[in-house]
C-alpha cells in the first residue's frame, strides 16, 4: 500500500495571519478598492472561508494589512541603504525611486480600505523622532556635497518627497509621464544649479530644454522662454 505523504503542519494562528497579510499588500496596490474577496483567497493561496475565520471579514483584513504596509520603518531601512559616496545625481535618482514606489503603494492602499480622510495609525501615533527621521537620512546622505547645494541639507528630503508626491498621483501625470532620470535632473538643478548672478536665465533655459527633450511637450514654441514663463504662472 503507498505510503500517504505528510501534510505540512498548519501554521501557527499568528504566522498564518501574518502570511496572510503580507500575500495580500501586493494584490491591493495592484487593485486597490477593486479588489474582491476571491482575488484576496487567490493571493494568499487559501480559500475564501478561511480569510473569514481568520479575520471575521475582509475590510478588518484590509486595515490590518493597511497597518502593516503603512509602517515607515522599511522604506526608511532602504534610504539608509544608499550608499553616500555615490553622485549626487545617483543619489537622488535612488531616493527618489524608493519614494514613487512608496506613494504608488501608499494611494492603491488607501483606495483599497476605503479611505476617507482620518490619518493611519502610524501618522497619528508617531514614535519620538519619527517625524525627522526621513528628513536626518537624506541630510546625511546628501552631506558629502554640501558645497554644491543652494538650500540646506535638511530641505532637500521635503523637495524631494513633493515631488515623488506629485507624480504619483494619476491626474498630475496626464500631459506627460516623467521618469526618474528627469525629475532628477529637475530636482538637482533645483538644489545645486548654478544660481551666481547673471547666470539665473541661461541656467533655467537649460533646464527647460533639457525636460522638452525628454519628452515634456512645449508649451511654447520658443523652448528657451519655457522656464520663464512658467516662472510667472501662478501656483497651482
Request: net charge negative; with cysteine.
Amino acid at each position: 500500500m503507498p505510503k500517504i505523504p505528510n501534510r505540512a503542519s498548519p501554521l501557527p494562528p499568528e504566522e498564518r495571519k501574518a502570511a496572510i497579510i503580507d500575500a495580500v499588500i501586493p494584490a491591493m496596490i495592484e487593485h486597490g478598492a477593486a479588489l474582491t474577496s476571491r482575488q484576496i483567497a487567490e493571493a494568499a493561496g487559501v480559500a475564501e472561508g478561511t480569510i473569514f475565520r481568520v479575520f471575521g471579514d475582509k475590510e478588518t483584513l484590509l486595515r490590518e494589512a493597511a497597518d502593516v504596509y503603512l509602517d515607515p520603518a522599511p522604506v526608511r531601512a532602504s534610504l539608509a541603504e544608499i550608499d553616500p559616496a555615490l553622485s549626487l545625481e545617483a543619489k537622488v535618482s535612488r531616493i527618489l525611486g524608493v519614494l514613487r514606489q512608496r506613494f504608488h503603494g501608499v494611494i492603491s492602499i488607501m483606495s483599497a480600505i476605503g479611505y476617507t480622510g482620518s490619518e493611519p495609525p502610524h501618522v497619528r501615533n508617531p514614535k519620538p523622532g519619527q517625524k525627522w527621521e526621513y528628513v536626518s537620512i537624506v541630510a546625511r546622505l546628501v552631506e558629502p556635497e554640501l558645497d554644491r547645494l543652494n538650500v540646506p541639507a535638511e530641505h532637500v528630503a521635503p523637495f524631494i518627497r513633493l515631488v515623488a508626491f506629485a507624480m504619483s498621483i494619476p491626474g498630475f501625470t496626464v500631459e506627460a509621464s516623467f521618469d526618474d532620470d528627469t525629475l532628477t535632473r529637475l530636482i538637482v538643478y533645483g538644489i545645486a544649479g548654478d544660481t551666481t548672478a547673471g547666470n539665473e536665465d541661461a541656467a533655467r533655459k537649460r533646464a527647460a530644454r533639457a525636460l522638452v527633450g525628454a519628452g515634456a511637450p512645449a508649451r511654447d514654441a520658443q523652448a528657451d522662454d519655457t522656464a520663464h514663463d512658467l516662472e510667472r504662472t501662478p501656483s497651482c
